[in-house]
């Protein structure tokens, strides 16, 4: 089931609440918290049973190793034991594949492909139960009892595709009592945010994702001009895409009075990749940053291992998003740039003195953003230099009409009759690349203001935000006959 969906929207989530408050008003919490994981799981397995027995198979397996160390006492080897029982499940669904092809290509061997479906969100409800266990043998976390311990994992508003939630985040809003009665404040506030999630998804994602979609199964017919607006509009349809999650994310947790961490802060206001790191995938960093980059010694080691150990949780950044060397490269691309302002952070950081100087750094800083993109969204890496060379070709054959035509957007349906008749065959080619410019230009605009996540927390509910907030739900709604997944929940 997909926050974009009829069934999600008007039933699914409806129901879930009525039932979580009604049981909360009558003081029963445990049957309240039961509720919300029974419809959690139904959310996650809604297409497709075997995902239930799966995240089954991997709580059961978590919360055992964890009564065995409160048990046994021996919390570092079924600590150990538990990370590795997640690896082995996570290495098995997504890197099996991807592992076996390469040790064919490399040895020349022939072993079969299990071709085996990636479940939704396994990196990101595995990741957190990594956490669970590690901060189990640090002594960070209790055990918990078995409904307290599936709430901190299923919550079906981060299921799919985080944020990534640590148990210290969620489990004790689960036991506060004082957060059991609706809230009309949290309520509204959620509901704003779920709107402006699902508007950035559904009208501006889904939209740019027709040309991103287009180019990069084309690269090959690409030329600069095309190329350039198909980077941006697959740089912007990420950010929409996976931000607009997020916020739906958070804003389905305020509903219920749950406080799910921040994912996102405008992240291409950055001028320098580490401050993209510190607004982009927020929860992802702080994973890395806590279980991978200080357990290596993060930078207490000299100066050489920290910039070893950045290059390192950058490039397992890379293979935790996909199972291909695409991402690999792409991670690695991040983390020599780290390498590289951490060798020249004084005269780097000197630039933001000048604002002609910050300008220019931020510019040069979404340049590498962008093409960073261009090494995440390939289909292949054969299509790598391809599309690089188109790009900087500076040659033109007119393919960004032919971009701009592969268009479908029922707001062109009655504008492109009127003209045709007008104009005729040269104004309906206006028409359609002034609508290219227009959708990445209403895509760049918001990153000069406040974020969905300020505007919902700080909305005062005037007449004119509830028509524009009516506005955007119903042409969402509109919008939503054709479901196109969320791109997360693919990783």
Not at 154 to 175: C, E, M, N, R, Y
Not at 177 to 196: C, E, H, M, P, R
Not at 372 to 397: C, E, G, I
Request: charged content about 15%; aromatic content about 20%.
């Amino acid at each position: 089931m997909y926050f974009n969906s009829y069934i999600f929207i008007f039933l699914f989530v409806p129901v879930t609440l009525l039932g979580y408050y009604i049981l909360n008003h009558y003081k029963k919490y445990r049957p309240a918290l039961c509720w919300v994981v029974f419809a959690s799981l139904v959310f996650y397995s809604w297409a497709d049973l075997p995902l239930f027995f799966l995240i089954s198979a991997s709580v059961a397996g978590n919360h055992l190793m964890s009564f065995l160390m409160k048990k046994t006492g021996r919390k570092k080897l079924f600590g150990i034991i538990g990370i590795i029982y997640d690896l082995g499940l996570l290495f098995y669904f997504k890197y099996y594949d991807f592992f076996i092809s390469n040790v064919n290509a490399v040895f020349h061997a022939d072993w079969a492909l299990k071709h085996i479906a990636l479940p939704l969100g396994i990196s990101f409800y595995t990741f957190q139960q990594i956490s669970y266990m590690a901060d189990r043998m640090t002594d960070k976390a209790d055990h918990y009892g078995l409904l307290d311990y599936m709430s901190f994992v299923t919550f079906f508003p981060q299921l799919v595709a985080g944020p990534i939630v640590k148990h210290s985040d969620l489990v004790p809003q689960f036991l506060d009592d004082k957060k059991k009665a609706f809230n009309w404040t949290y309520f509204s506030k959620g509901v704003t945010l779920f709107v402006l999630g699902l508007s950035k998804k559904v009208l501006i994602a889904d939209t740019l994702s027709m040309y991103a979609d287009h180019g990069f199964d084309n690269v090959g017919l690409l030329d600069s001009p095309a190329a350039l607006a198909v980077m941006l509009a697959y740089t912007f349809q990420l950010y929409y895409d996976f931000s607009g999650y997020c916020d739906m994310a958070i804003g389905l947790g305020w509903m219920f009075n749950v406080d799910l961490p921040l994912n996102f802060n405008l992240p291409y206001r950055s001028k320098s990749i580490r401050e993209f790191w510190r607004r982009w995938h927020i929860t992802l960093s702080s994973f890395f940053r806590e279980y991978v980059y200080f357990p290596l010694g993060g930078s207490r080691k000299g100066k050489f291992r920290k910039e070893l150990n950045t290059f390192i949780i950058f490039m397992l950044s890379g293979l935790w998003h996909g199972a291909a060397w695409n991402f690999v490269i792409w991670g690695c691309f991040h983390g020599i740039m780290l390498v590289f302002e951490d060798i020249f952070e004084k005269p780097l950081k000197k630039m933001e003195e000048s604002k002609v100087l910050a300008s220019i750094k931020w510019f040069f800083t979404f340049v590498l953003i962008n093409l960073s993109w261009v090494l995440f969204r390939v289909n292949s890496l054969a299509d790598l230099p391809v599309y690089f060379k188109k790009l900087f070709s500076f040659k033109s054959d007119g393919y960004l009409l032919t971009t701009a035509l592969k268009m479908e957007n029922a707001l062109l349906y009655i504008p492109d009759i009127l003209v045709k008749k007008i104009g005729g065959e040269g104004m309906h080619n206006a028409l359609y690349l002034s609508f290219m410019g227009m959708c990445l230009l209403i895509a760049a605009l918001p990153g000069l203001g406040k974020s969905a996540y300020e505007r919902a927390g700080a909305l005062k509910y005037k007449r004119s935000s509830m028509v524009i907030l009516s506005l955007l739900f119903v042409a969402s709604v509109l919008s939503l006959s054709k479901v196109i997944v969320f791109l997360y929940s693919n990783f």
